[in-house]
């Protein structure tokens, strides 16, 4: 039986953008929670890992084979037709910068 509240203060577009996800597969916010508290019981922790990114290499800080080996990787991206455009590219890590 349900009979218990959450209360979590979390950053508006944050809330906004999962809970839109959410709905487009149909799934309840109260059903996410229920699912992390019970994969929290059932793995005694934190069901996913908890760990600090590494930073992407930079030009400067790349040898020339593997830039070389980038670069190549990007142009056949990009042949095929599997890059993004770059206005999308943007819009994403000005999103991401905000958050």
Do not use: W
Request: aromatic share 6%.
């Amino acid at each position: 039986m349900k009979d218990s509240t959450v209360s979590a203060r979390v950053e508006n577009d944050i809330k906004n953008e999962a809970e839109e996800i959410l709905k487009k597969l149909g799934i309840p916010v109260s059903v996410v929670i229920n699912s992390l508290y019970r994969q929290i019981i059932y793995r005694h922790g934190i069901p996913f890992p908890l760990t600090v990114p590494t930073e992407p290499k930079t030009m400067d800080t790349m040898s020339g084979a593997e830039l070389d080996e980038t670069l190549e990787h990007s142009y056949t991206q990009s042949v095929c037709g599997e890059g993004r455009p770059l206005g999308d590219v943007f819009d994403e890590l000005e999103k991401s910068l905000k958050k």
